[in-house]
């Protein structure tokens, strides 16, 4: 399959969040199921009572967990996650990178809520391209949207195989261009679409803007 320019085949949609409930006693053996274990401590008590325990699932990632008594909820800092599948995760700032991030939504108005890069190869993106979008080429980036109202919710999935490519093509690190391709999917999730000329012109605007407050 030929490549395409990927920089112009960035995607968004939207997927619904679905949410698991069980008992506490469950917990600890339901939760070897989901393909990402959660990356913070959950203090858990041992007591076999029937607090209410909520995994909260979208497109099949695990993403964070409720726990709800009589008298008061516990929920996870919202975050934002760092995962790969099928390749190394690459070397990444992620403090810094995260409070970038945070500023850059905090710029256009939102807050960050749970939000979780992939890092994958070209074939597993081309996989979610098909199953989810019905799109039968490569890409760099794939966003799935899940905001809710001014807090930034959503899944990242970034080929590091293309935007290795792309790095090259335009002559660039590839440091700058996964930077690059990582506040894309952001700026996606801030409300900028990139279908007409004139959006994408904008994007690139915006994503320039962004990099130099990274930059500084």
């Not at 600890?28 to 995994?55: G, L, P, S, V, W």
């Not at 081309?126 to 930034?152: A, K, P, S």
């Not at 700058?176 to 605007?205: A, F, K, P, W, Y």
Request: with cysteine; hydrophobic share 35%; glycine share 4%.
């Amino acid at each position: 399959m030929m490549k395409q320019n990927k920089r112009y085949y960035r995607t968004n949609t939207y997927l619904e969040t679905t949410t698991l409930s069980l008992s506490l006693k469950h917990f600890r053996k339901e939760i070897q199921h989901f393909r990402y274990a959660c990356k913070d401590t959950i203090k858990q008590k041992e007591d076999r009572t029937q607090q209410n325990i909520c995994i909260h699932i979208r497109n099949g990632l695990f993403l964070y967990v409720t726990i709800e008594s009589a008298s008061f909820p516990v929920t996870l800092p919202n975050m934002i996650h760092f995962y790969s599948e099928n390749i190394p995760q690459p070397k990444l700032r992620k403090r810094i990178i995260s409070a970038w991030i945070k500023e850059v939504a905090q710029f256009h108005g939102k807050k960050t809520g749970e939000i979780s890069y992939i890092f994958c190869n070209d074939e597993k993106i081309l996989e979610v391209n098909r199953q989810y979008l019905q799109h039968d080429y490569y890409t760099d980036i794939i966003t799935f949207d899940d905001n809710e109202g001014e807090i930034l919710n959503g899944d990242i999935f970034i080929s590091l195989d293309t935007v290795a490519d792309n790095a090259k093509e335009f002559n660039v690190t590839f440091e700058n261009e996964l930077h690059r391709v990582m506040i894309h999917g952001i700026l996606h999730l801030c409300g900028q679409n990139d279908h007409s000329t004139e959006e994408r012109t904008e994007m690139i605007r915006q994503e320039n803007e962004a990099l130099n407050l990274l930059e500084k």
